[in-house]
């Protein structure tokens, strides 16, 4: 995956924070992150305008998981959305999401069941978070 950003360094800080790690290439006008936890082979570019990407999704293996990558995401200071339990794309999860510098749409989660339903939804409603995403 390649993605279109308008402020390279920025964009570097948040997906070193978001992946825990730094990145392997960095050249004037290319960025490149593999990671083996999350297995995410993720590229940037600042050669094209075009933001035509939705959101972006890194699937955790756990509930432990998916409370480290929240974490991260905290750390950020871009506030992460406690979504919690929810039902959506066919799938029971419970997911952290935040909006990277570029305004692009992150969600982290962990699927532990299926759904009949494609529609996005809360499952319990949580309290507004007063610290970092615990899921339950």
Excluded at 18 to 25: N, S
Excluded at 92 to 109: D, I, N
């Amino acid at each position: 995956m390649n993605l279109a950003v308008k402020d390279a360094d920025q964009s570097v800080r948040f997906c070193s924070t978001l992946f825990g790690v730094e990145q392997r290439v960095l050249k004037s006008a290319d960025v490149k992150w593999m990671t083996e936890d999350p297995r995410v082979n993720f590229a940037m570019s600042t050669r094209s305008e075009d933001h035509e990407v939705d959101h972006l999704g890194i699937q955790v293996g756990g509930r432990e998981e998916l409370g480290e990558i929240a974490g991260r995401l905290e750390s950020t200071g871009l506030g992460v959305c406690d979504k919690g339990e929810a039902r959506c794309c066919y799938a029971h999860s419970h997911k952290a999401r935040v909006r990277g510098p570029e305004g692009l749409a992150w969600e982290s989660f962990f699927t532990f069941g299926s759904d009949p339903l494609n529609g996005e939804g809360m499952v319990v409603p949580e309290p507004a978070a007063a610290g970092p995403y615990r899921p339950a």
